[in-house]
């Protein structure tokens, strides 16, 4: 049975919709058809792969085969759950999907297609590292600069030692430290405390900061780091602190928590602006075919055009600013509030690079560099890892032409399938198919068109003689171009999915000033976000979100 939203005239306002929302789900639940999402029954099939990921240290060719099964389970569980879960809360629903298929592209990444019990390997603080890790490893310790390697467990610890009789700061300026600090690449620990800790680390670090198989769209490790590690199986490359793509790590603590907490502070200000914006047009309420807000000057409501790109703006503004905020909040939690003392390495200001880089590697490669450089990396590894498995298993080219088209339809056959997983799962009606899945699918085309356009101005020796302002403002109306006639398979769908109808922020400044709809102020959150959930089964009460 298909819930969706049947009415003989528009909601008056979008609260109206949410209400409407949440009455459909009750009944459905009340009826047996979805139920919602339990934690932690739903969640089980990672809980699989993490006790697998715990075992110790063994050459024992049951548990290395075990990782198929235990994989198998987790895709199964993880679909159980986008068949049969939905939410009341529109955003909610989204990341039912999003996340159990993630769980499945992440954990097939590190469990399948490389062996997350043996390929992986971190950078570790040397007295973290047990001896028996480090004599089964075979890779020796170093001494490293603590200059740029803050985060130790030695600062941690703060031992004020004197190296040639002076003191040695930290460029995080919090503390004196040693000057010189051992570190060593930390395989599958032997020691329990330490694997639970690097299993943690695997299963949640989606860039895989610090690891041996690091994306290679962000800085490196500093160089003092690096110089000093023994290579490992897949060595990191040295990289300056900013990056081709426009992302930087950052060299001290407080020009880290600096950053950060403006971008919090900021976005939380965008975001609430944001929600007033969008509220007042009813396209974003799901009426995908509504007419243009009247707050929009008349050149642009006149225009179907220019109200798409609004809408196109709005849209892209409101997944930029939400995932730049929340994805910002790591580096106060982890290197302000908790630190080194607790997390060592893990507190290291080089941990927490820049999410999005450089807008201008679009000027540069046009759609390539918008997805390859300037949107987030958060799922790169994931969508590269089955690419790089069936070119090393057919002997291809790494960086042949098969090879990289074949890892270009790949990586956008992923993200479509993250998408199109979220749009499922959420309450309305979407169109997960020949909405989001089609719009990912075609970006390689798009990608593919403009470098074969590129590479013809060059072997008809026009692109040299262009000029580079002019070759970049090509870039620019192309990529802008593509969007406006594909991006709509996307928004449309977040829009008709209410994605939008979420309460980000529980206070609003706009709302209290009296610019939001009839009946809101200043608190925004109202309702339960989280309850708890009694199902006839005892394993099956929890949390529900």
């Known amino acids: ?18 209400t409407l929302y949440e009455q459909q789900f009750n009944e459905a639940i009340a009826k047996g058809v979805y139920s919602p999402y339990v934690w932690p029954y739903r969640s089980l099939g990672v809980y699989f792969v993490i006790v697998y990921l715990l075992i110790p240290p063994t050459s024992s060719k049951l548990v290395f085969y075990a990782r198929y099964p235990v994989f198998a389970f987790n895709v199964y569980w993880a679909l159980k759950a986008i068949r049969e879960c939905r939410s009341a809360a529109v955003s909610t629903g989204y990341g039912i999907g999003l996340l159990d298929a993630w769980a499945i592209l992440w954990l097939a990444a590190v469990l399948i297609f490389d062996d997350g019990r043996s390929d992986f390997h971190r950078i570790e603080n040397a007295e973290a590292v047990d001896d028996i890790d480090r004599e089964s490893s075979g890779n020796p310790v170093h001494e490293v600069d603590e200059a740029e390697a803050t985060g130790s467990t030695a600062s941690n610890e703060l031992r004020q030692r004197r190296t040639n009789g002076s003191a040695i700061k930290e460029n995080a300026g919090l503390e004196e430290s040693s000057a010189m600090t051992k570190y060593a690449w930390q395989n599958h620990p032997a020691n329990f405390y330490q694997r639970v800790e690097w299993v943690a680390d695997l299963i949640s670090n989606f860039r895989l900061i610090g690891w041996s198989h690091q994306i290679n769209s962000i800085p490196s490790p500093p160089p003092s780091i690096l110089d000093n590690l023994q290579p490992s199986a897949k060595p990191l490359k040295q990289t300056p602190p900013v990056v081709s793509t426009g992302v930087s790590r950052y060299p001290e603590s407080r020009t880290l928590l600096r950053t950060k907490l403006t ?24 009426l995908t075919s509504a007419p243009p807000p009247s707050y929009l000057p008349s050149l642009v409501t006149s225009s179907p055009a ?79 890892a089955p690419q790089k498995y069936i070119v090393k298993q057919l002997g291809l ?104 109808l979420f309460e980000p922020v529980p206070i609003s400044i706009w709302r209290g000033l009296g610019f939001g709809a009839e009946g809101e102020g200043w608190w925004c959150w109202h309702g339960r976000i989280i309850s708890w959930y009694s199902a006839e089964k005892w394993w099956q009460s929890g949390l529900a979100f």
């Open 1 to 18: 049975m298909v819930y969706n939203l049947l009415w003989r005239s528009p909601p008056s306002s979008y609260r109206e919709l949410v």
């Open 263 to 286: 971008t919090i502070a900021l976005g939380y200000l965008a975001i609430d602006t944001l929600k007033v914006v969008m509220m007042a047009d009813p396209y974003f309420w799901g």
């Open 306 to 384: 220019l109200t798409r790109i609004w809408r196109l703006l709005i849209s892209l503004a409101g997944a930029y600013v939400s995932l730049q905020s929340i994805m910002a909040l790591a580096a106060p939690v982890f290197v302000g509030l908790i630190g080194p003392r607790i997390l060592g390495l893990r507190a290291a200001t080089w941990q927490y690079p820049d999410v999005y880089g450089s807008y201008n590697i679009v000027f540069r490669k046009g759609l390539a560099g918008w997805w390859g450089g300037w949107w987030h990396q958060t799922f790169r590894f994931a969508f590269e």
């Open 397 to 500: 080219k790494e960086r042949g032409l098969t090879a990289k088209l074949l890892g270009l339809t790949i990586a956008f056959v992923c993200s479509g399938g993250l998408h199109a997983a979220g749009s499922t799962t959420m309450w309305p009606a979407t169109r997960p198919l020949d909405g989001a899945f089609t719009f990912f699918i075609l970006q390689p085309v798009g990608i593919i068109l403009q470098m074969s356009f590129s590479q013809l101005l060059e072997n008809m020796g026009l692109r040299e003689k262009l000029p580079t302002w002019l070759r970049g403002a090509g870039n620019f109306v192309a990529v802008h171009v593509w969007f406006y006639y594909t991006a709509p398979l996307l928004t449309d769908d977040f829009a008709r999915g209410g994605i939008w």
